[in-house]
């Protein structure tokens, strides 16, 4: 994943995502990526914050050419 790439949670999360308000229809764009724990910093629009989310509970929109 890299920078400005939208993404949105896959089928299964940890319970303290339905906690902070955000859902399978939250939609997000990657701000950081940290490649030495594999996760990234999604920033999420129906939310308005940012989170840290191990990669594997997102998915690609979107992809660059």
Not at 33 to 62: G, M, P, R
Request: aromatic share 12%; charged share 25%.
């Amino acid at each position: 994943m890299n920078v400005g790439d939208l993404v949105r949670l896959r089928d299964v999360y940890p319970m303290w995502i339905l906690s902070v308000g955000l859902g399978r229809k939250g939609l997000g764009i990657v701000t950081k990526v940290f490649e030495e724990t594999d996760e990234v910093e999604v920033y999420w629009f129906i939310i308005f914050k940012c989170y840290t989310i191990k990669q594997n509970l997102i998915s690609l929109l979107h992809q660059k050419e």
